[in-house]
């Protein structure tokens, strides 16, 4: 997908702030500027480090892996890391399932304020129809 746009819609102006920054996290943020190669070296270190295989991992890795942990923390990422490690789908197709779960390359968030006049309207054409 190379273009998505979400709209937020509410009564009140209150949450848009909160839910410009959800968006951003969970859409925007995990892939800006990442590269494949970095996304393969945060899990091949990050599977070390789970699995408690410290003496593989040098100084500099476990200062790499705590950056990229706090660059890279998002749903999507968390959900390829789970594939790239599973059985099912294996290391060699992650790159591929990278591809296909990329943020878009347009990603466009904006929010509508509707009145309490615009909400009695669609409350009467809801219960009419």
């Known amino acids: 997908m190379s273009n998505f746009r979400f709209v937020y ?5 209150v949450h848009f702030e909160r839910a410009e920054a959800c968006f951003t ?3 925007k943020a995990p892939f800006r500027h990442a590269t494949p190669e970095e996304l393969e070296r ?6 070390a480090w789970e ?3 410290y003496r593989m991992l040098s100084t500099e890795d476990i200062e790499w892996l705590d950056r990229a942990s706090q660059r ?13 490690g599973s059985h099912n789908t294996g290391k060699p ?8 779960g990329q943020a878009p390359h347009n990603a466009e968030f904006r929010t ?4 309490s006049t615009t909400v009695a309207a669609l409350t009467r054409t809801r219960r009419a129809g």
């Not at 819609?9 to 102006?13: D, K």
């Not at 945060?42 to 599977?47: C, D, S, T, V």
């Not at 890279?72 to 789970?82: D, I, K, M, P, T």
């Open 9 to 13: 819609i509410a009564a009140s102006t």
């Open 25 to 27: 996290a969970l859409v």
């Open 51 to 53: 699995r408690k295989q």
């Open 93 to 100: 197709e992650w790159r591929e399932l990278l591809t296909d």
């Open 112 to 115: 509508v304020l509707i009145t």
């Open 42 to 47: 945060y899990f091949q270190l990050r599977e």
């Open 72 to 84: 890279f923390g998002g749903a999507r990422v968390e959900w390829l890391y789970r594939l790239w």
